[in-house]
């Protein structure tokens, strides 16, 4: 099958690429056509994952296309934009048909689920990479920024956290856990679920959002600076699910939580007065700290003691001492 033949194959003929909603054109000529409703901004946001790196080597291709689209729906749903498309640049070592079909369908069954229409891409070959870009709309000043949370503000969290980074033994073969512990430590990890209707939900109601991707304290770090505030997190209010606890003790698993990465759940920043509705709207909303003036990120025991560590999260390129 040659290049062409693969993208039509693969990637044209998807249930995903079909035409219809915001695509007036798809996949076939130069650019995809996106039409806006009026009074509509358009999201962007771009993700890379490379092989070795972001995913182990030999990953299962059905496991990591699902994935792959979850991370980058993940910040649509950060700035509260409602899905639209999203583009595919594939770099590929070999043209190998079995993990095509695999990438593709779990490609599709992502797409489905966060309603995201694959509208073009790239296909190169070279070390394995996939980079993919989603577009999004939101109503014209309505999306949520890091930039605005204000002092006295409950800050939230969206679901529990630190099973994706307790899972990273488990997808790399370190360790091995009984299926009570390990499928929903690898569900996390292999197919989060990108938080879009919560990140919808909180338009006009939150202050400032992110998504959780490089651990609470590293991402907490970023809302703070961006809305030039301090955030405190209690340690006891951290969400930790049962399954992450057992297999990793109390300790590890906060520390899962707090710098292990890859959640994918939405953190934000709420006035106190729009808690209620949200909660009476069906959504599971942590309250685990608030925002207070000052800056940075401090984490506190149950006297109130500022017990935050030293490390904080994953960063490609560390920062220097
Ligand atoms: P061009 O040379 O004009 O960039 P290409 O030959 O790269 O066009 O791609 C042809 C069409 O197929 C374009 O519409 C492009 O968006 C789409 N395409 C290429 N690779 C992919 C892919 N991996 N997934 C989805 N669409 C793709
Ligand atoms: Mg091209």
């Excluded at 798809?26 to 995809?32: L, N, S, T, V, W």
Aim: net charge negative; hydrophobic share 45%.
């Amino acid at each position: 099958m040659g290049e062409f033949e693969l993208i039509r194959h693969y990637f044209a003929a998807a249930p995903c690429a079909r035409a219809g909603g915001a695509v007036a054109l798809g996949i076939g000529d130069d650019c995809a056509l996106l039409s806006l409703a009026p009074g509509q901004q358009l999201a962007v946001s771009t993700d890379t994952l490379v092989e070795g790196g972001h995913f182990p080597n030999g990953a299962e291709p059905f496991l990591l296309g699902q994935r792959a689209l979850a991370v980058a729906a993940s910040d649509l749903a950060a700035m509260g934009a409602e899905p639209l498309g999203f583009a595919l640049a594939l770099t590929l070592p070999a043209n190998d048909e079995a993990w095509l079909k695999g990438f593709s369908d779990g490609l599709n069954r992502m797409a489905e689920q966060c309603r995201l229409r694959l509208i073009g891409g790239d296909t190169t070959r070279g070390p394995l990479t996939l980079t993919l870009t989603v577009f999004g709309s939101v109503p014209v000043g309505a999306a949520l920024t890091r930039g605005g949370a204000r002092p006295g503000d409950l800050l939230c969290v969206g679901g529990s956290l630190g099973l994706a980074a307790g899972a990273l033994p488990l997808v790399l073969g370190q360790r091995q856990a009984e299926p009570a512990i390990a499928v929903p430590l690898l569900a996390q990890y292999w197919s989060p679920s990108p938080q879009l209707a919560l990140g919808q939900a909180l338009r006009g109601r939150a202050s400032a959002a992110l998504d959780i991707s490089d651990g609470l304290l590293a991402d907490c770090g970023h809302l703070a600076k961006a809305s030039d505030c301090a955030l405190q997190i209690e340690q006891s209010a951290l969400p930790l699910s049962r399954p992450l606890v057992t297999f990793l003790g109390l300790d590890g698993a906060r520390a899962a939580a707090l710098s292990g990465g890859d959640d994918y759940v939405l953190a934000f920043t709420l006035p106190v007065e729009h808690l209620p509705a949200l909660q009476a709207e069906g959504f599971t909303v942590h309250v685990i700290g608030r925002a207070v003036s000052g800056s940075g990120v401090q984490l506190l025991d149950e006297h109130g003691r500022d017990i935050t560590p030293a490390v904080r999260g994953y960063q490609h390129f560390p920062e220097s001492p």
